[in-house]
Each structure stands twice: as C-alpha cells, then as structure tokens.
C-alpha cells in the first residue's frame, strides 16, 4: 500500500503495481504543510479520494476517516464514511483507535462499509502520546495494542494498519489476528508493508524518519530540473525552435490567365 493524493501519482502508483492506494490524513502534512493531521477535513479526503479514483484503474482505494469524522456518534461516522464512498470514489475507509472504536467498526462493516483499522502509532492522538512517538514498548503498553487488534478484527475490520510500534509486537500481532497487517515502522513479520508515496519518493526534503527507504531522491532532482529552466529561460535558451509555433503557410495564389 502507497499513499496517494492526486490523479497523477494515483496513476504511476498503480502503473507500478501497488495493490492498494491509501488518500491518507497525512495529505494534512505533505500536501498542506501543517504539523499534524488534525486539521483535514471530510471535504479534504473526498477531493483528493476524487482525484485518486480517476488515476486508478487497479488499486484498492482507502480512503481515510480524519480526526473528529468518527469519533462523536456511530451514525456521524456512518455518514462521513458513506461520503468518501459516494462521493470520493473510495472503495474502504481507514480510521484509527482499538477498542474504543470497535463498535462503530461494526456498524459501518454491518452497513455494507469495508474498515481498515489502525493501531499503534495513531496520528490523530499526537498530542495524547505526547508527540510522534514509538508505541508499546513496555509489556503494559504492548499488552494494550494486542487488545486493541483484537478488538478491530472482531468488530469486523478486513486489515489492520500496525503503525510505529516493536517488530516483536507486530510480528505477534500478525500471528494472532487474523486479517492481514500492514505495517509502516513495525517491522518485516507484518503481511503488507505501507509508506507514504513523498517519503518512498524522496519529495520530502527535511523529515528523514529512520522507518523510511527513500527509493529516489526527487526532490534533489526535481530542485536540479527547475534550476535548469530557470537558467535556460534567462539565457533563452528555451524555447528553442521545436517549442514555437509559426504562423500558417498561405497557398499561393493561381496567376490569372485572363
Ligand atoms: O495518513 C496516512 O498516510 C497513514 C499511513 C501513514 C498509514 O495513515
């Protein structure tokens, strides 16, 4: 699984051949620059879940619940749910949290809606955990996602995203539950493995988390590429001939005989 946010990287992501694209929250940080997800919107993820499903003709698209969208009532997060489905084009939703969300699991799952569930690491509580930090690492705290994990795939969720916590616990995880895993900073037992398509991509030019593989590094190229044009449209250079248009030919007129 890849995140993805627009038409175009939806399309070189399935090209590619990732079986799943997820329209993460994390559009709040790579795409509008704030510090944490909290801020996006219902609207945010059934534009861009929009924008995904016409580049897509292959992957599963998830598209993600923000903080706020789910929480309040069952039938609030019925309703955001059934937005990113009808109107974002999105074929799942993702939302985060363990036992306390296992009942509106079940409800969305009983209303014909697929859950991808997350744990671990959850995003949209930064500010409980005291920031991005690596979860479960005592036995209490690991003791406490292994019940989380149970809890979502009884409700009924068909994956489980297992986010920033112990290969250890993760590889347990994985043993236990059975629906599949997907794990982004938990480590090789997982069953599938996600990351976000600006880390993978080396767009992003100062977060370095050590979970990551940065399989390019474009944005050192894409800075080299636009420095290039800057240069060439000063010394101009481009547009070169093949990139100008010239005006029509006109036939040339018959000489009158008469
Ligand atoms: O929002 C997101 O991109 C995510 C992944 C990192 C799992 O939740």
């Known amino acids: 699984m890849v995140t993805a946010y627009d038409a175009t990287f939806a399309r070189i992501l399935d090209e590619a051949g990732a079986d799943l694209l997820l329209v993460g929250d994390s559009l709040g940080m790579v795409i509008q620059g704030n510090d944490d997800t909290l801020s996006v919107t219902v609207d945010d993820i059934v534009y861009h879940c929009r924008a995904v499903a016409r580049g897509a003709s292959h992957a599963h698209i998830v598209g993600d619940m923000p903080f706020l969208s789910y929480q309040l009532t069952p039938e609030e997060a019925l309703r955001n749910a059934g937005r990113i489905l009808a109107q974002g084009r999105a074929h799942s939703v993702k939302l985060e949290g363990g036992r306390s969300v296992a009942p509106t699991i079940a409800r969305m799952v009983a209303a014909g809606i697929p859950v991808m569930a997350h744990v671990g690491l959850t995003p949209q509580s930064v500010h409980a955990m005291g920031g991005f930090r690596v979860q479960g690492r005592d036995e209490d705290d690991a003791r406490r996602i292994l019940d989380d994990a149970h809890a979502v795939a009884e409700a009924g969720a068909y994956a489980l995203v297992l986010e920033g916590i112990p290969g250890e616990l993760a590889a347990r995880i994985t043993a236990e539950v059975a629906i599949p895993t997907i794990g982004i900073g938990a480590g090789v037992d997982c069953d599938g493995q996600v ?44 547009p070169g001939p093949e990139h100008t248009f010239g005006v029509a030919k006109r036939p040339r007129a018959v000489a009158s005989t008469g």
């Open 195 to 238: 990351l976000v398509c600006y880390d993978l991509l080396g767009l992003t030019a100062d977060l370095r988390p050590k979970f990551v593989k940065r399989y390019d590094e474009l944005f050192d190229r894409g800075v080299a590429a636009v420095r290039q044009f800057c240069d060439d449209v000063r010394s101009r250079s481009f």
